[in-house]
């Protein structure tokens, strides 16, 4: 340890170190991987070995990340490619045993910030995601069925911008299924086309008319599994939705990423009339 320290610059020789280390017999030195980006007295480096001040890294994952886009996260951190970390993804066997019919991990790759080492596993930060997502739906005490839930947790995630707006929108959703209407949620499209390596950075018409069962616009009820993950307060949401006649909402064009909410078409076509005629002038 001395040897390494003293190659790299840290120390500037090796007996520095080793005296130090004479004096303070009884400190208990923890492995790791330590950075040291300058150069340090023998007692700092033997406080830091001892303190076990590990060199990490933060892993930030907001909600409504789906697992595409914490890849790209991962991926920036310089440790693994963001594919393999989306194969690890892809493996639902981690979440089986609470949700039996979940596609992969999606929706339980929990946001939060998170701790990753030079060599955390991609397995490993799946595991410590799902571990946080498991404590969260624990401390909920919900008999509400998970998969359901958390499936419409994930669209009223990337649905609603404004944190005000999730019940309300997650009760235009619940409104629709109780009367067994198409969702046609615009992310569940997107979700679709990123599944099949398809999507083009923009919704086209084919992604609307595409057969996947993940499209709401062309199947009845909610998709096969989450399309992103959603935080504590979506989640809680959708078990507790807005008491509401809506049926439809539109952007507003003030760019507040609020909604206009309407229970008739004909309402529901004015506001996106008025939507339109604001965006493209």
Same mark, same amino acid.
Request: with cysteine; proline share 7%.
């Given at each position: 340890?001395?040897?390494?320290?003293?190659?790299?610059?840290?120390?500037?020789?090796?007996?520095?170190?080793?005296?130090?280390?004479?004096?303070?017999?009884?400190?208990?030195?923890?492995?790791?991987?330590?950075?040291?980006?300058?150069?340090?007295?023998?007692?700092?480096?033997?406080?830091?070995?001892?303190?076990?001040?590990?060199?990490?890294?933060?892993?930030?994952?907001?909600?409504?990340?789906?697992?595409?886009?914490?890849?790209?996260?991962?991926?920036?951190?310089?440790?693994?490619?963001?594919?393999?970390?989306?194969?690890?993804?892809?493996?639902?066997?981690?979440?089986?045993? #609470?949700?039996?019919?979940?596609?992969?991990?999606?929706?339980? #790759?929990?946001?939060?910030?998170?701790?990753?080492?030079?060599?955390?596993?991609?397995?490993?930060?799946?595991?410590?995601?799902?571990?946080?997502?498991?404590?969260?739906?624990?401390?909920?005490?919900?008999?509400?069925?998970?998969?359901?839930?958390?499936?419409?947790?994930?669209?009223?995630?990337?649905?609603?911008?404004?944190?005000?707006?999730?019940?309300?929108?997650?009760?235009?959703?619940?409104?629709?299924?109780?009367?067994?209407?198409?969702?046609?949620?615009?992310?569940?499209?997107?979700?679709?086309?990123?599944?099949?390596?398809?999507?083009?950075?923009?919704?086209?018409?084919?992604?609307?008319?595409?057969?996947?069962?993940?499209?709401?616009?062309?199947?009845?009820?909610?998709?096969?599994?989450?399309?992103?993950?959603?935080?504590?307060?979506?989640?809680?949401? =959708?078990?507790?939705?807005?008491?509401?006649?809506?049926?439809?909402?539109?952007?507003?064009?003030?760019?507040?990423?609020?909604?206009?909410?309407?229970?008739?078409? =004909?309402?529901?076509?004015?506001?996106?009339?008025?939507?339109?005629?604001?965006?493209?002038?």
């Amino acid at each position: 340890m001395a040897t390494v320290l003293a190659d790299k610059g840290v120390v500037e020789r090796p007996w520095l170190f080793l005296a130090a280390r004479a004096l303070r017999r009884g400190t208990n030195l923890q492995a790791g991987e330590y950075k040291f980006d300058k150069p340090a007295s023998p007692f700092e480096i033997l406080g830091r070995l001892a303190r076990g001040d590990i060199y990490y890294m933060e892993l930030l994952i907001p909600e409504g990340f789906n697992m595409y886009d914490i890849a790209d996260a991962v991926g920036k951190l310089g440790t693994m490619p963001p594919e393999t970390f989306l194969a690890a993804a892809k493996n639902p066997a981690m979440i089986r045993d #609470l949700d039996p019919d979940a596609p992969s991990l999606e929706g339980y #790759l929990f946001p939060n910030k998170y701790r990753v080492y030079r060599h955390t596993t991609a397995d490993q930060i799946c595991r410590m995601m799902t571990s946080e997502f498991r404590a969260q739906w624990k401390a909920i005490r919900t008999g509400a069925p998970l998969h359901d839930t958390v499936t419409l947790a994930s669209m009223v995630e990337r649905e609603a911008r404004r944190p005000e707006e999730r019940p309300v929108v997650a009760s235009v959703f619940h409104n629709r299924l109780r009367i067994g209407m198409k969702l046609d949620c615009d992310p569940t499209t997107v979700y679709a086309a990123l599944l099949d390596n398809r999507f083009r950075g923009t919704i086209y018409r084919s992604d609307l008319a595409d057969r996947s069962p993940w499209n709401t616009y062309q199947h009845p009820g909610l998709p096969p599994g989450p399309i992103a993950n959603a935080g504590l307060s979506t989640i809680k949401a =959708v078990l507790s939705p807005a008491e509401t006649p809506y049926l439809y909402f539109v952007a507003k064009a003030d760019g507040s990423g609020g909604h206009n909410f309407s229970e008739s078409l =004909v309402k529901h076509y004015a506001a996106v009339a008025q939507y339109q005629r604001a965006t493209h002038h």
